[in-house]
């Protein structure tokens, strides 16, 4: 079982909502991240956090709002989405820097309509 | 030239047999390496990590060439359990701690048949 906890599982959001998307782990991981898949591809980055700085943004649109509270906690803001931004996202974690093997939540089942 | 790379597959193949996926990278600052698994509509998970030595778990075997960039995984006796996508992960970006990040290759799906 994934200790990467992530909620909710399935969400599904008008192009004019705001929504978040939250993911939680207590393995006193220092680096957390959010990955972005599509169907039949494989997980692309979307952002880093590194003891809970933002290290890395993958050029990421701004209707995607990163925030990490706290070391144990990472969440992704949505706001005037698109349908094609309709994805599996996933959170991760790992123990050091961002070169050590991540773990990955169940992932949330994002659908814009 | 992307930045992982993997035969897409499919493999299909009778339980039982070996089958074996490649992975060539780019980056030579490349520094860790790993293969996930993914199943259908879940998460990555971990399977093995790589090193230069070579590691065996059970039925699997990773190998890692620096020298040509080259990754591998061995699966000996497939189950019918081990259909699933087979990702090979390299870090990549600049060398300061923060900015490496885990990228992935597109997946090699193997299918084992009865």
């Known amino acids: 079982d994934t200790e990467v906890t992530q909620t909710p599982k399935h969400l599904v959001m008008g192009m004019t909502n705001k929504k978040s998307l939250k993911c939680e782990q207590h393995?006193?991981?220092?680096?957390m991240y959010w990955y972005k898949q599509k169907a039949k591809k494989p997980p692309e980055l979307m952002f880093v956090?590194?003891?809970?700085?933002?290290?890395i943004n993958e050029s990421v649109p701004s209707r995607f709002s990163p925030e990490c509270p706290n070391s144990s906690l990472l969440n992704l803001h949505l706001h005037a989405l698109q349908p094609e931004d309709s994805a599996l996202y996933l959170c991760a974690s790992s123990q050091g820097g961002a070169d050590t093997e991540a773990f990955f939540g169940q992932g949330t089942r994002l659908t814009v309509v | 030239r992307k930045e992982v790379e993997q035969d897409p597959g499919p493999f299909n193949v009778p339980e039982g047999a070996t089958v074996a996926f490649n992975c060539t990278y780019s980056n030579s600052a490349s520094q860790s390496f790993f293969w996930y698994r993914q199943d259908c509509r879940k998460e990555p998970k971990l399977l093995m990590s790589v090193y230069s030595s070579g590691n065996e778990d059970g039925r699997f075997t990773a190998q890692l060439n620096r020298a040509s960039q080259y990754i591998s995984l061995l699966i000996r006796d497939s189950k019918l359990s081990d259909s699933a996508t087979y990702l090979c992960v390299v870090t990549s970006g600049v060398m300061d701690t923060g900015r490496r990040a885990l990228t992935f290759g597109s997946g090699t799906r193997l299918q084992v048949q009865p």
């Open positions: 956090y590194s003891y809970e700085k933002l290290s």
């Open positions: 393995m006193g991981h220092r680096a």
